[in-house]
């Protein structure tokens, strides 16, 4: 034995290493026991030869642990597994065989295939340390076919690695979990998870945890996940609240009732989850491709597209940071848009609206510049009509002091037209010079701003210096601000409504047409004392189309509230509505964050009739989209 060893050692040591020469499944220490010194040059040696293989994508491992086969073409539980030959028919019988950290691999084999069609699990990886390998590309990788509703896979013990199979949920209708990780450490990677058919959907593909804690570190990485008919719920899921979670390079599709990925209200306290590089598809118009609850969770969305039909349902982010490469697409369209940089759940729904179905940018940037130029009206319906010279003179030099001084005190545009639309004789606009036309063209055609256009004329102050005025100036300007688009479309506003006495159910307050709005703040003020006629008070959203109604806050009780009682909102959901008597720290209150408004009615709700009272009630609020019209009913 012992000059098999050294013959063994002599070429291993002075002939290199030949992939093609050696068969490693057969090198095994319980069949060898040399002396303790041959025993390391042997180690090291082997360990040498792991690290050639992983160079080229090998299995490794070898001389650290056993290798296990699994094969139901030829296997049989009885067998040791210890070869092809002699290979396991079950992938839990392999498990059984296995020594914990003893760094033991499973091989299935190509072609393998098992079925469960009772309540329990196919296979169990209760073993720590233990790599589930299976072989074979595409279809000819293991399959493992789940067609039992309580049918599952369970991953509970640390270190697992299960890798390379393609597990079929849909022997059955709504198969609970088909794969559950319970133990730290672990590896899900190259799986092909089919979830949906005519035949049955699964419920969700894979639940992180059952205890907080006891999946920390996972790593679910280059799976695929499949559930064309409506039926799932969510691809991935995590129960219990986790930490250092990373979700790579993942391909999901499906119509799912939850959300591809979701961190529920049980996983509302993971710590730096990563969900990258991945490619996420709803199917379902009501549901995002990612949801987390609340904002608790920590971590990023990084270099993702994310899509769905809609751009509000498209990602829930809860606590997690979007970054700038992610990517928002919409069903039927090209257009995306990346978020920006540090992007939360808070700034999504607020301030980002994403493509705007197609229509190019300066479509938008036209349409909406219609605010502005009518504003500009003011000076230039006075002069639009004018086309000569001799209908030019005459106009005073009141123009070039109102501006000259709304300039110097750093106004802004609406400003200097404030400054200017009071002037409506041909008195106030004598003698302006035609130096204002050249200097104005000359700037429009260099692409100036309008700051440049009026430094170039602030200089002029003699009323010779303003002869000749050309209707030039007016075509320049009106070009100008037709190019050049949607400077205040997106600008807060505001709204006011008195409610004159109170009705029930509803007190219609504002009509939101067009599409949705963001209000960032929402004040009541009493001006008319209310009796002691019980009551309560609720601001809600009554959606059109169908969709499923908004309560802003809850139901307040509002009898007997004198005039000068404030009423604001809380920073919860749903916010409190809450009145503040006149003296006792009105305003100390956290108040409100952003409402985001379907389009419809904005309605106060009250419990009672009440004819005496009379609340006015203030709105700020923002588009989300372009088009929307807010009118006081």
Not at 507 to 529: A, K, M, Q, R, Y
Request: proline share 3%; charged share 20%; aromatic share 6%.
């Amino acid at each position: 034995m012992k000059k098999l060893i050294f013959s063994m050692l002599l070429i291993l040591a002075f002939c290199g290493f030949s992939r093609s020469s050696i068969d490693y499944s057969d090198i095994r220490f319980d069949t060898v026991q040399p002396t303790e010194s041959l025993v390391k040059l042997l180690r090291d040696k082997i360990e040498s030869i792991n690290n050639e293989f992983d160079k080229v994508g090998g299995a490794g491992n070898i001389g650290t642990g056993n290798i296990y086969y699994v094969d139901s073409a030829v296997g049989s539980d009885s067998y040791d597994g210890l070869l092809p030959e002699h290979a396991f028919a079950t992938i839990d019988a392999a498990i059984d065989a296995c020594t914990t950290d003893n760094g033991d691999i499973i091989y299935v084999m190509q072609g393998h295939s098992e079925t469960k069609s009772a309540t329990g699990a196919l296979l169990t990886a209760d073993i720590a340390g233990v790599t589930i390998r299976g072989l074979g590309i595409g279809d000819n990788r293991p399959k493992l076919t789940l067609s039992h509703t309580g049918a599952k896979i369970d991953i509970t013990a640390d270190n697992v690695r299960f890798s390379n199979f393609y597990i079929d949920a849909t022997g059955v209708d709504s198969v609970n979990t088909p794969l559950n990780v319970s133990g730290v450490g672990c590896i899900i990677d190259n799986i092909f998870g089919y979830m949906a058919d005519d035949d049955g959907q699964a419920d969700i593909f894979i639940t992180v945890g059952i205890a907080d804690g006891d999946a920390n570190d996972l790593i679910i990485s280059d799976c695929r996940f499949v559930s064309p008919i409506a039926g799932a719920a969510s691809a991935i899921t995590f129960a219990k609240d986790m930490k250092n979670v990373v979700l790579n390079n993942l391909n999901i599709y499906g119509d799912f009732s939850t959300s591809a990925i979701e961190i529920p209200a049980g996983g509302n306290a993971c710590k730096n989850v990563v969900i990258a590089n991945s490619f996420i598809y709803s199917l379902n118009a009501d549901e995002p491709a990612i949801e987390v609850n609340g904002t608790s969770c920590t971590g990023a969305i990084i270099n993702c597209i994310l899509i769905s039909d809609a751009e509000a349902t498209i990602v829930d982010a809860g606590g997690l940071i979007i970054d700038n490469a992610t990517s928002l697409r919409i069903i039927g369209t090209s257009e995306g848009a990346p978020l920006p940089a540090d992007t939360t759940l808070v700034d999504l729904i607020g301030d980002y609206t994403g493509p705007d179905s197609g229509a190019a940018a300066d479509d938008n940037i036209k349409a909406h510049l219609d605010l502005i130029k009518t504003a500009a009206d003011a000076i230039l319906v006075d002069t639009a009509a004018a086309d000569t010279e001799a209908e030019i003179a005459d106009l005073g030099s009141t123009l070039v002091d109102n501006i000259v001084a709304a300039m110097d005190a750093n106004s802004t545009l609406d400003d200097i037209l404030t400054d200017t639309s009071a002037m409506d004789s041909e008195a106030e606009w004598a003698d302006l010079g035609s130096a204002l036309v050249d200097n104005i063209v000359a700037a429009m055609d260099a692409n100036s701003t309008l700051a440049t256009v009026l430094a170039d004329t602030e200089a002029m102050d003699s009323e010779a210096e303003w002869a000749d005025l050309s209707s030039t100036v007016v075509d320049n300007i009106q070009a100008a601000m037709d190019a050049n688009s949607t400077l205040l479309y997106w600008q807060e506003r505001s709204a006011t409504i008195t409610m004159a006495g109170i009705a029930t159910p509803t007190n219609n307050l504002f009509d939101v047409d067009g599409g949705p709005i963001l209000i960032t703040s929402f004040v009541g003020i009493c001006t008319e004392t209310i009796d002691a006629n019980v009551m309560t008070l609720q601001i809600t959203n009554d959606a059109d189309g169908g969709i499923t109604d908004t309560e802003f806050s809850t139901a307040v009780s509002c009898e007997d509230d004198v005039a000068g009682t404030i009423y604001v909102f809380t920073n919860v959901n749903p916010s409190v509505l809450t009145p503040l008597v006149t003296g006792t720290g009105e305003g100390a209150t956290t108040l409100m964050t952003p409402w985001v408004c379907k389009e419809g009615m904005i309605e106060c709700a009250a419990s009672a009739a009440n004819l005496t009272g009379t609340i006015v009630w203030y709105m700020r609020w923002r588009p989300l989209v372009t088009g929307v019209t807010v009118t006081a009913q």
